[in-house]
T-cell receptor
């Protein structure tokens, strides 16, 4: 049973390009969470999704960021027109429940904007 | 607004001794607290948790203590082993949240021989 799979592991984008980060939850998990870790900081919640629904996007920046978790396929975090400040590690977690315990995190995608 | 704080960015401890990691919080509306461990280039892995109605939870070498009046929790690792060298994050679950966690900034633990 594979864990939470994130790809790519590393992503380099030029300023103004788009970044797409993918997350496949663990088998049987229908709840997906995205977190961002800036250098020297803890993880910051971005968004919580269930299949085809955004449940809580209170941590998402108002512009350029979007997330989806379609009926089929992985969850996608999309960042349009990336800027240097978007450089961070982005972690996805999944759980079989609606609570915050029981999370399994993926290994993350490290985004570097040059 | 940092509601979960880990004020020690790093901790060095000798193998076999006790590691004590501290975490303070400001919001009374947390119902669960968790500790995660993170190695470089990996995602955080769940270590241990404690409900807000308890004051202690133990799992092998790991014990978490919760002092609600002081809004403080601590993680004790006894005895410390070289494989415990990692970053440890304290996290809290708000009562009114649908699974969202608030994390502290982490404490880097180094266990020396």
């Amino acid at each position: 049973n594979a864990g939470v799979m994130q790809n790519p592991r590393h992503l380099v984008r030029r300023r103004g390009q788009e970044a797409r980060l993918r997350c496949s939850p663990m088998k049987g998990h229908s709840h997906v969470y995205w977190y961002r870790q800036l250098p020297e900081e803890g993880l910051k919640f971005m968004v919580y999704l269930q299949k085809e629904n955004i449940i809580d996007e209170s941590g998402m920046p108002k512009e350029r960021f979007s997330a989806e978790f379609p009926k089929e396929g992985p969850s996608i975090l999309r960042i349009q027109q990336v800027v240097r400040g978007d450089s961070a590690a982005y972690f996805c977690a999944s759980s079989p429940y609606t609570t915050g315990y029981g999370y399994t995190f993926g290994s993350g995608t490290r985004l570097t904007v040059v | 607004d940092q509601q979960v704080k880990q004020n020690s960015p790093s901790l060095s401890v000798q193998e076999g001794r006790i590691s004590i990691l501290n975490c303070d919080y400001t919001n009374s509306m947390f119902d669960y607290f968790l500790w995660y461990k993170k190695y470089p280039a990996e995602g955080p892995t769940f270590l241990i948790s404690i409900s807000s109605i308890k004051d202690k939870n133990e799992d092998g070498r790991f014990t978490v203590f919760l002092n609600k009046s002081a809004k403080h929790l601590s993680l004790h690792i006894v005895p410390s082993q070289p494989g415990d060298s990692a970053v440890y994050f304290c996290a809290a679950h708000p009562t009114d949240s649908w699974g969202k966690l608030q994390f502290g900034a982490g404490t880097q633990v180094v266990v020396t021989p």
